[in-house]
């Protein structure tokens, strides 16, 4: 089964516009972590930002923010004021168990329109 | 500067050869991990490993192999038993597995069968 779901495989966002990226997740487990990675075409996974399943405030870095809904188990993610620089595949990921495993999801793509 | 370094960047291996990646940290990092990933796709897990002298097999261990004799270095062998070894390869670390720290991704290395 798959436990962590991207629903969207593209996406278009006009430059200056806010958008948000679905992630869906499933876990038995109380304690996790949801994490959020830029992978541009280059091919290196550059951290965004990252959700612990205790936190009880949603986790803001500069221009993006993790709307984490435990109960609907979703942790999708808000980039505001689009930057063609952001056009890249994005990829949601948990990490689970005593291994300290991520599981990603299977990424969105997002194209930043000028 | 502290990072994880994977070489080759590119490698070109013909059928029925067995080739090995390289991984190496110095971040001091306990744990460490092999990631692959096909085209348009998400990371999937190969192997990791928690502390030196051990290491678990992840979703798609099949046709690979793996070594953790020292803390820094954790290389990745494809074996001619990989059925469609033809991928991008991320090898990724973390200071502690079971509690909330970030990952440090290398910049890949890409392998193409010829």
């Known amino acids: 089964a798959q436990k962590i779901t991207q629903t969207q495989p593209g996406m278009f966002v006009q430059e200056k516009e806010a958008v948000t990226l679905d992630c869906t997740y499933d876990t038995s487990d109380p304690s996790y972590g949801l994490f959020w990675y830029k992978q541009p075409s280059s091919g290196e996974m550059i951290f965004l930002i990252y959700?612990?399943?205790?936190?009880?405030q949603n986790a803001t870095e500069g221009r993006y923010s993790l709307n984490f809904q435990k109960a609907r188990k979703s942790a999708n993610l808000v980039i505001s004021a689009s930057q063609l620089g952001d056009s890249a595949m994005y990829f949601c990921a948990m990490r689970e168990g005593q291994g300290g495993k991520l599981i990603f999801g299977q990424g969105t793509e997002l194209s930043v329109k000028p | 500067d502290g990072g994880i370094t994977q070489s080759p960047k590119y490698l070109f291996r013909k059928e029925g050869q067995n080739v090995t990646l390289s991984c190496e940290q110095n971040l001091n990092h306990d744990a460490m991990y092999w990631y692959r990933q096909d085209p348009g796709q998400g990371l999937r897990l190969i192997y990791y490993s928690q502390i030196v002298n051990d290491f678990q097999k992840g979703d798609i261990a099949e046709g690979y192999s793996v070594s953790r004799e020292k803390k820094e270095s954790f290389p990745l062998t494809v074996t001619s038993a990989q059925k469609n070894p033809t991928a991008f390869y991320l090898c990724?670390?973390?200071?502690?597995?079971?509690?909330?720290?970030?990952?440090?991704f290398g910049s890949g290395t890409r392998l193409t069968v010829v």
């Open positions: 990724a670390s973390t200071l502690e597995p079971r509690v909330n720290y970030g990952y440090t």
């Open positions: 959700q612990g399943s205790y936190d009880q």
